[in-house]
């Protein structure tokens, strides 16, 4: 597209890795491939709020190779700054959005790339149509939830810390004959817990998508001990409710609130019904930092070339998306109508079922 020649680029939402990674990729594409600048935008939609806007000029001198290994973002991120509902220091909570787009314009930019999940792209996609800005999307999320692409930049580095975790809780189990369950996240979609409960032999998955009885689980737990094995590994995502129907939250101190704590609930109930001995882990925050996996880091780059490309070609209003094997892009739209839970007829609950590993229901 001629004229194009200043992008901003911004991280919205919780952190994963990869994301300097799409950053380099972007850069490289854009600075070097088309002789653009490149301005990385701080903290989200927090920095074109703020005045002076808070931002830095990306060269390819920041980007260094040290980037694909590095975790967290560079530019700053949050979860919090919903520019049509600020919250203000005395409580309110006031519509910023107009500050937002003029941040942009202010800037002189082109385009402008979200790398975001999906509730950061219902926010940049309203701001973008509002304020004329035009935005390209780039998936990552250690949830993977985000519609239309199988894969976002931070879930397989989760995928894979969740599974070291469980490689080493197996011999300590082992060791103690003991049911060791371990909460990993994924805020409604259950994709870590059953990706990394398979790979790390786990007996149990609980997953949002796939309701329990406790029973089921104490059964095959007892079955396990029957055939002469005296420890399980049973794996429990965040949203999984407890015996009441009721999501478990946890508040911060300091501000905030997120799920956590199901897997307290799981262990008490599966000691009272089968008396084993159990602990539980909560895996938290480590699955978002951390060095990128090498998948994160192919994904990361192929989608950051494939989001530049999107802007030379005055493609907006688009997500870059990862579909059987080919880097895609899908209207922003279809990436955000649906979260993407998991399928309970696709491979992995096959799999898992296959494998004897019980998912509650049965
Ligand atoms: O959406 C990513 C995620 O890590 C969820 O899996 C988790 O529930 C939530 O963010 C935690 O949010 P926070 O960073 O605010 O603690």
Redesign the pocket.
């Known amino acids: 597209m001629a004229g194009v020649k200043t992008i901003g680029i911004l991280t919205s939402?919780?952190d994963c890795a990869g994301l300097n990674a799409v950053l380099r990729a972007v850069a490289y594409r854009a600075i070097e491939g088309y002789g653009w600048r490149l301005i990385g935008i701080h903290d989200g939609t927090m920095g074109l709020m703020r005045r002076p806007i808070d931002v830095e000029e990306i060269t390819l001198a920041k980007v260094t190779p040290a980037m694909m290994r590095q975790g967290g973002t560079i530019l700053g991120t949050t979860?919090k700054g919903d520019p049509f509902a600020f919250p203000m220091p005395d409580g309110r909570k006031i519509d910023r959005s107009a500050e937002v787009a003029q941040g942009y314009h202010l800037l002189g930019l082109d385009a402008l790339i979200g790398i975001g999940?999906d509730g950061s792209f219902a926010i940049l996609r309203r701001l973008a149509q509002q304020g004329g800005m035009n935005l390209v999307g780039i998936p990552k999320?250690?949830?993977n939830d985000v519609g239309a692409t199988e894969n976002a930049v931070g879930y397989n580095t989760a995928v894979a810390v969740a599974t070291e975790a469980l490689d080493r809780l197996q011999p300590t189990a082992a060791s103690h004959d003991r049911v060791m369950v371990l909460e990993v996240?994924?805020?409604d979609a259950g994709h870590i817990a059953l990706a990394a409960g398979i790979a790390g032999g786990a007996d149990v998955i609980l997953i949002p998508e796939i309701p329990y009885r406790i029973d089921r689980v104490a059964a095959h737990i007892n079955k396990i001990r029957a055939e002469g094995r005296n420890f399980a590994l049973v794996v429990v995502a965040?949203a999984v409710r407890d015996p009441s129907g009721e999501v478990v939250r946890q508040s911060h101190e300091g501000g905030?609130a997120?799920?956590g704590g199901i897997g307290h609930a799981i262990a008490q109930e599966i000691a009272k019904a089968t008396g084993a001995e159990t602990r539980v882990t909560v895996l938290g925050?480590v699955?978002?930092g951390g060095q990128p996996t090498s998948f994160d880091r192919v994904l990361a780059s192929a989608f950051g070339v494939h989001a530049v490309d999107l802007v030379a070609q005055g493609k907006f209003d688009r997500m870059v998306a990862w579909q059987n094997r080919r880097v895609v892009d899908v209207p922003l739209a279809d990436a955000i109508a649906e979260s993407q839970q998991v399928d309970l007829d696709g491979a992995l609950v096959r799999t898992a079922r296959g494998l004897d590993i019980c998912l509650g229901d049965a």
């Open positions: 939402g919780g979860n999940g999320t250690i949830d996240m994924g805020r965040e905030g997120t799920y925050h699955q978002r």
